[in-house]
């Protein structure tokens, strides 16, 4: 009997532990399905928006995260005037309704266009919502929700000219001035693929903007010249001005290469053959001539890239007392070694020379934003003149001046040297509008600057009286 009790209690154990188990194969998979359709993480919506307006046709895009539950629908709606316009409203697929949403990113592929629209300019209010696959909110979901305003505005600024005429040559320059109608907007003027901002301030009326232009030496006479404006909304403007483009003269220039200049001058520059080997004397002038030639120019252009927003110099630009011209500005230079053509290049500036290491004038008023060696240039002093004007002084054997220093026309900057690739004591003297090099004759011309600069000044400030 006592056999049998046993074996009846064992049995009993038997199923109750199968009970268990077979409650917990149950159990322990419920529970995982709900922690994991029961996730409470928002869904992610990722846009940015680099503008507080919609313009005539503005594109936002971005996405949707839910790296959980998946993402089960989206929606965009522009509210106005008190009417919602629906701009997207998709839903997203699911794998099943234990696994959730088959869709981890997705798109917001915003396309604005206020007219197709049928809404008019003034505040409005974008709205984001998602939802994902979780089983939250009886099944609907975890939701996130995105609100920004926005000012929609689709009437391009407009431009009015106060200046008429405007003269320019290749390798010159010229001055524009003109009003735009919205504040802020990025203005300026475009002449062939090269622009050059407009800045205002210096007039008592803030819409007044100046912009000193440049004619590029290669640029032909069919180059079109307009003032263009880009508002906050992103619309666009373009006013075309009267103006007549002359042929430049500048004169071909042949530079011969001996071998004693090699041996004096190459040694300067850091220049190795493939594997650190040597190189001959012509191999290195070439990749000085050519390579370092383009990343000393490059280092100008970012210089001039900021600007002082008003004028400091006043009157014709000096030059170099009692000197010589070696070189003129744009000379087609071709370089000759042992009776061969091995380069060509442009001489953007003017050589001059007085007596050795003679003192440097500030051609003009104006603040050192440069100075220190720059490759084939040399010891190196720039000026930022304002509104994009520069000067810049290269092949100094001192410089007497520092970075920030306000200089006055005619304070010695430093004296002329042999630095950088040059062949004998001189100066060589640049100017430049933004990134632009120009002929300085014109600025050492008072004749040139009345007419073309400070008449056009004073008939705009007179207009304001």
């Known amino acids: 009997?006592?056999?049998?009790?046993?074996?009846?209690?064992?049995?009993?154990?038997?199923?109750?532990?199968?009970?268990?188990?077979?409650?917990?194969?149950?159990?322990?998979?419920?529970?995982?399905?709900?922690?994991?359709?029961?996730?409470?993480?928002?869904?992610?919506?990722?846009?940015?928006?680099?503008?507080?307006?919609?313009?005539?046709?503005?594109?936002?895009?971005?996405?949707?995260?839910?790296?959980?539950?998946?993402?089960?629908?989206?929606?965009?709606?522009?509210?106005?005037?008190?009417?919602?316009?629906?701009?997207?409203?998709?839903?997203?697929?699911?794998?099943?309704?234990?696994?959730?949403?088959?869709?981890?990113?997705?798109?917001?592929?915003?396309?604005i266009d206020p007219q197709k629209l049928n809404i008019g300019d003034g505040k409005a209010v974008l709205r984001i919502a998602a939802w994902d696959y979780s089983w939250r909110n009886w099944y609907n979901g975890n939701q996130a929700y995105l609100e920004k305003e926005f000012i929609i505005d689709t009437k391009p600024?407009?431009?009015?000219?106060?200046?008429?005429?405007?003269?320019?040559?290749?390798?010159?320059?010229?001055?524009?001035?003109?009003?735009?109608?919205?504040?802020?907007?990025?203005?300026?003027?475009?002449?062939?693929?090269?622009?050059?901002?407009?800045?205002?301030?210096?007039?008592?009326?803030?819409?007044?903007?100046?912009a000193f232009v440049?004619?590029?030496?290669?640029?032909?006479?069919?180059?079109?010249?307009?003032?263009?404006?880009?508002?906050?909304?992103?619309?666009?403007?373009?006013?075309?001005?009267?103006?007549?483009?002359?042929?430049?003269?500048?004169?071909?220039?042949?530079?011969?290469?001996?071998?004693?200049?090699?041996n004096w001058k190459m040694p300067e520059f850091a220049v190795t053959g493939p594997n650190g080997g040597p190189v001959s004397g012509i191999e290195k002038f070439l990749v000085v001539n050519q390579q370092l030639r383009r990343e000393n120019t490059e280092l100008f252009i970012r210089i001039?890239?900021?600007?002082?927003?008003?004028?400091?110099?006043?009157?014709?630009?000096?030059r170099l007392p009692q000197s010589a011209t070696r070189a003129k500005f744009a000379d087609r230079r071709?370089?000759?070694?042992?009776?061969?053509?091995?380069?060509?290049?442009?001489?953007?500036?003017?050589d001059l020379a007085a007596t050795a290491h003679s003192p440097i004038p500030a051609a003009n008023n104006g603040r050192v934003v440069f100075t220190g060696d720059n490759g084939i240039y040399g010891k190196t002093v720039i000026l930022d003149h304002g509104f994009g004007l520069f000067s810049l002084y290269s092949h100094l054997s001192r410089i007497n001046v520092q970075m920030n220093d306000m200089m006055k026309k005619g304070d010695i900057l430093g004296l002329s040297g042999t630095t950088g690739m040059a062949g004998g004591d001189h100066l060589h003297y640049g100017m430049m509008i933004h990134n632009t090099f120009v002929n300085p004759l014109e600025w050492w011309d008072d004749v040139w600057i009345n007419h073309n600069v400070t008449s056009k000044i004073n008939d705009v400030r007179d207009g304001e009286k």
């Not at 009267?242 to 042929?247: I, M």
């Not at 001039?304 to 000096?318: D, H, M, N, Q, R």
């Not at 071709?334 to 003017?350: A, E």
């Open 334 to 350: 071709s370089y000759h070694y042992k009776d061969k053509v091995v380069d060509h290049q442009y001489h953007m500036g003017i």
């Open 304 to 318: 001039s890239k900021k600007t002082t927003p008003e004028i400091l110099w006043e009157g014709a630009f000096l």
């Open 157 to 210: 600024p407009e431009i009015d000219m106060l200046t008429k005429a405007h003269n320019i040559s290749q390798g010159g320059a010229g001055l524009v001035i003109y009003r735009i109608s919205e504040k802020d907007s990025q203005t300026g003027v475009t002449v062939g693929k090269n622009f050059f901002p407009g800045i205002s301030g210096y007039f008592r009326d803030d819409s007044i903007h100046m």
């Open 1 to 111: 009997m006592i056999g049998f009790f046993e074996l009846k209690s064992d049995n009993k154990k038997s199923r109750v532990f199968l009970f268990v188990v077979f409650g917990l194969l149950l159990f322990l998979p419920s529970v995982w399905i709900l922690i994991h359709r029961m996730e409470g993480n928002n869904p992610e919506i990722l846009l940015e928006f680099p503008s507080p307006y919609i313009g005539l046709a503005t594109e936002y895009s971005g996405k949707v995260m839910d790296p959980g539950s998946g993402v089960r629908k989206v929606w965009v709606g522009l509210i106005k005037d008190g009417k919602e316009h629906i701009l997207q409203d998709e839903a997203f697929p699911s794998l099943s309704f234990f696994s959730g949403g088959a869709v981890k990113e997705a798109p917001i592929t915003l396309k």
């Open 214 to 262: 440049a004619l590029d030496h290669l640029q032909d006479l069919n180059t079109q010249l307009f003032v263009k404006a880009t508002d906050r909304a992103g619309n666009i403007s373009q006013a075309g001005f009267t103006y007549y483009l002359k042929k430049g003269n500048f004169r071909n220039d042949k530079i011969d290469i001996p071998d004693r200049f090699l």
